[in-house]
């Protein structure tokens, strides 16, 4: 039966303009599934994007859905490990524009869409897997191993858990993996190499699925559900494992397991490790202890934002939420754990089967399953509609009445009946879940909390922090101050499950609430960030030991400068003596200092342009400090850097001294080894070798996903022939290829480049060598590659939003882009955007207050781009800003209402667009 006749609901497009477009795209297509696009495209601004993307190969791929996917599974299966990770990103868009159609017409039932999303998670993790261990096996780094086991994984498996384990993964989710290895499969005197690799094919595997490239991203992959995260390998013995379940396992991670499914590498490895956790997970016996875990689990739910209170749509969260998918979620897996060991039929992974077999054991009545089954399907597509529009991984219901209309629409109803529906389902799940638990504790007398779930702050006297008499006598004295100002956030909710993670993670309390009590404003420091910034908030939850900064005393000390943090680094680093434990603990020092700004510049003690150069310093210190150990724990093998060793030029925004908050690092690696032909270590290499290994062994320092996460993201793409060439360059390649062969718009990103690592001497040379290209390009030659630039870009790309700063005419970028070519033209050595405009006016590109007013117009957008990613990874939606948020983003702005910043950033996009315009040549003249 074809896609057309199976059809039974339509979404109505919201915006019926772009509806029609996405229709127009595909004219030769029936009606029904005209229809279909036309309600997709209408409404998801992702899925239109998509649509445009695949035209081509989404008609064909309608005639028969199915038989499609398992076209494009076998494509990939057999797709080269060296264009995996482009073709795993194609497939990603395919999968998902093909289920969300079918989700939207009904043509696939849940299990079916989310069945197929889990399908093809299975198989790009195995995929993933495959390539990068196999290329440890091609690189003899797994003794005892050939090419041929690369298939299962030379032993490693990936345990897919939680929504991917029970096949029920939503259509913007993440994936949870724990990887194992089956460490009898190697002889002992091979352990330690093999164990190495699979560790370093796990973490590429997961790079592979997780980092974002402009084809897009995989899967957001997740390790963390291993043993002991924060102190174990990202792939660990199942031995070590199944050691830890047996002496250490939690009952949270007992609830885990029920998910828990072999999905990629070594699948009989895998079984075999699940059947050894079977007396772990499924317990005989009914202890009181377990139902008390039970119970426990239960409260802890209760911390999740948006369970306080009563129910209520705008922002509602359709996971965590009151009456949302974890309630039911929860309620089945507590009920299987509790009876699962004496009655095996209940060891199933789904929640649908969940709650049937519970029915079917007279574990549960029947029509209480029914419901919930019903209520719990209903709100997975509402989750996935969520998802659609944007592609985010939210399950947040809108707050605007804007918002609801969309959703609405993708159901292919009104905003009333959704509304309607919604609140009806939300509260029966429950009401009919809350009888199986015990009741709320009371709240706490004389404490303001009525508005708050009591469920979090009857946990607070469990808390280390609140172990000791003196610190409970205290910190009861600054409850209710805490609590008044939780309540007035814009978000009191997520605030005060921000201030509850913090609390959670302090190991004493006394000192800090001594410290509150004398200074009230740290109160407010907290509920600044906890109702203002969603990012930095989410950001504390989870990293409640950067507070260590705060209390050390100089959290509000002057900024100390690139120089003395890439000493005190040095000092942190050379503490550890394990290298992994080095990138550690960069990371956990770099979290401080990256928290410090954020929050300095939340509360206006820095302005957006500080901010920038607060981050750029920042980064370039952990670049300074790492590299040397970098170069040291490569020298162990392959002996000292040949030559004069190497530079590491910062590029962008790096090099003019500007980053966000979310910004990346682009960098190029220049080595000098004129004349000598090898390393002198145990494995000497070649030269070149030795530094394109050495500067991928400076990538993965940066960017691997360790316990304490990773540093930052790095782009080499502006290295001489960007990722086709190696990503070292010889000095002396670099110069011939700057003097002789250099686009006009690889001397335009030189215009930004700056040393921030490496030797001193050869940075000098490269510096010299920037200083005496600059001013040598024609003027005409320089303004009309930067004419076609600028409308490459305008073509490739369109803004995000009225808040968006850096994409399009008059923003960011685009001003960038003329003064890049002033200084080029002018011939000075500046780095910045302003001082690039001011070369711009010297050279008579732009008029004195032509680049006066960019200057303007860059400082607005820049301080708008600073406060954004502070606040949020994308572009701000001014119908969405709201409360502290708003009120941080207009301070930086210095506008009064959206309103009037909107008014604001028009007039200057607008001058500044024309100003620039008229200073390039016409496309005319430059076709």
Wanted: hydrophobic share 40%; proline share 4%.
């Amino acid at each position: 039966m074809n896609f057309a006749s199976r059809i039974t609901r339509l979404p109505h497009p919201f915006e019926p303009d772009r509806g029609a477009e996405t229709r127009a795209l595909f004219p030769g297509v029936e009606q029904g599934v005209g229809d279909l696009l036309a309600g997709t495209g209408g409404c998801s601004p992702y899925l239109k994007g998509l649509c445009e993307k695949e035209q081509a190969w989404l008609a064909p791929a309608l005639d028969d859905a199915e038989a499609e996917i398992e076209a494009l599974f076998d494509t990939l299966r057999a797709t080269a490990p060296d264009q995996l990770a482009s073709a795993l990103r194609r497939g990603k868009r395919r999968v998902a524009l093909l289920a969300g159609l079918a989700d939207l017409g009904g043509v696939w039932s849940l299990e079916e869409v989310t069945g197929t999303l889990t399908r093809f998670a299975d198989l790009a993790t195995h995929l993933a897997i495959r390539a990068c261990v196999g290329h440890e096996l091609r690189r003899g780094k797994i003794p005892g191993k050939t090419e041929e086991d690369a298939e299962t994984g030379a032993g490693m498996v990936a345990l897919a858990m939680g929504k991917m384990g029970a096949h029920e993964l939503n259509y913007s989710s993440d994936i949870d993996l724990i990887c194992l290895f089956d460490e009898s499969q190697f002889e002992r005197d091979d352990y330690h190499e093999a164990r190495a690799a699979l560790i370093r094919a796990t973490r590429k595997m997961a790079a592979m699925l997780n980092d974002q490239t402009g084809e897009g991203y995989v899967f957001r992959t997740d390790l963390r559900l291993r043993p002991d995260a924060s102190v174990t390998p990202v792939c660990m013995t199942m031995e070590a494992a199944e050691r830890y379940y047996e002496s250490l396992g939690r009952t949270w991670e007992r609830a885990a397991y029920i998910k828990a499914r072999a999905c990629a590498g070594d699948i009989a490895a895998g079984e075999r490790f699940l059947h050894t956790l079977r007396p772990f997970v499924w317990r005989r016996h009914l202890d009181f202890a377990a139902i008390q875990d039970a119970h426990d689990m239960r409260l802890r739910i209760r911390e999740h934002k948006g369970l306080g209170g009563p129910i209520t749509l705008p922002g509602h969260n359709m996971k965590l939420g009151r009456g949302g998918i974890r309630e039911i979620e929860f309620f089945t897996q507590t009920q299987q754990i509790i009876a699962g060991g004496r009655d095996p039929d209940l060891r199933v992974r789904g929640t649908v089967e969940g709650l049937a077999v519970l029915a079917d054991k007279a574990w549960i009545p029947d029509d209480l399953a029914q419901l919930l089954t019903d209520h719990y399907r209903c709100h997975r597509e509402v989750e996935h509609r969520l998802q659609m529009v944007a592609d985010a991984q939210t399950q947040t219901l809108p707050t605007s009445q804007e918002g609801f209309d969309r959703i609405a629409a993708m159901m292919g109803t009104e905003r009333a009946a959704l509304e309607a529906d919604l609140m009806a389902r939300l509260t029966e799940v429950h009401e009919s879940t809350e009888g199986f638990f015990a009741p709320d504790p009371e709240t706490e007398p004389g404490a303001p909390e009525t508005e708050f779930d009591s469920g979090v702050t009857s946990r607070w006297r469990s808390y280390a922090a609140l172990r000791s008499p003196r610190a409970v006598e205290i910190f009861t004295r600054i409850r209710p101050e805490i609590l008044r100002r939780l309540a007035e956030t814009a978000r009191p909710d997520d605030a005060l499950n921000a201030f509850d993670g913090f609390l959670s993670g302090l190991p004493a309390g006394v000192q800090l609430f001594s410290l509150f009590e004398a200074n009230p404003q740290l109160i407010d420091l907290l509920v600044d960030i906890a109702g203002t910034s969603p990012a930095l908030a989410k950001y504390l939850s989870r990293n409640s030991s950067v507070f260590d900064a705060v209390i050390g005393g100089d959290f509000f000390a002057d900024w100390p400068g690139t120089e003395a943090l890439t000493e005190e680094l040095a000092e942190v680093l050379a503490r550890e003596g394990d290298y992994e434990r080095k990138l550690d603990a960069a990371r956990r020092w770099a979290k401080e200092w990256h928290f410090r700004i954020g929050v300095h510049h939340l509360r206006g003690l820095i302005d957006a342009r500080r901010a920038g150069a607060q981050y750029a310093d920042l980064a370039s210190a952990n670049l300074a400090a790492l590299w040397p150990e970098v170069v040291a724990q490569f020298s162990l093998k392959h002996g000292d850097p040949p030559g004069r060793g190497a530079v590491v030029l910062g590029m962008g925004s790096l090099g003019a001294g500007r980053l966000t908050s979310a910004s990346d690092l682009d960098l190029i690696v220049i080595y000098d080894a004129e004349g000598v032909e090898q390393s002198q270590g145990r494995r000497p290499l070649a030269a070149r070798t030795y530094y394109a290994r050495l500067t991928q062994a400076l990538v993965t320092a940066m960017t691997a996903p360790m316990a304490e996460g990773r540093l930052y993201e790095v782009d080499m793409r502006l290295r001489p022939s960007g990722t086709q060439g190696p990503v070292a360059t010889s000095w002396q390649s670099f110069e011939n290829y700057q003097r002789n062969e250099a686009w006009v718009w690889e001397h335009l990103a030189l215009t930004r480049a700056r040393a921030v690592a490496g030797t001193a001497a050869l940075g000098a040379d490269v510096e010299a060598l920037r200083r005496d290209l600059l001013g040598q390009r024609p003027r005409a030659e320089v303004l009309r590659e930067v004419a076609k630039m600028r409308a490459r870009i305008a073509a490739a790309k369109s803004p995000d939003g009225p808040l968006d700063a850096k994409i399009g005419p008059g923003r960011m970028q685009d001003i960038e882009l003329l003064a890049q070519a002033g200084a080029l033209i002018d011939g000075c050595a500046v780095r910045s955007t302003s001082e690039g405009l001011a070369a711009a006016a010297r050279a008579g590109v732009i008029s004195a207050a032509s680049a006066g007013y960019l200057t303007e117009a860059y400082a607005l957008q820049g301080a708008l781009q600073m406060a954004s990613r502070l606040l949020s990874e994308r572009a701000l939606d001014p119908e969405t800003l709201v409360g502290g948020g708003a009120g941080f983003v207009l301070r930086e702005c210095g506008a009064e209402t959206l309103s009037d910043l909107g008014g604001m950033l028009a007039d200057f996009r607008d001058q500044a667009d024309q100003a620039i315009s008229a200073a390039l040549p016409g496309l005319e003249e430059v076709s």
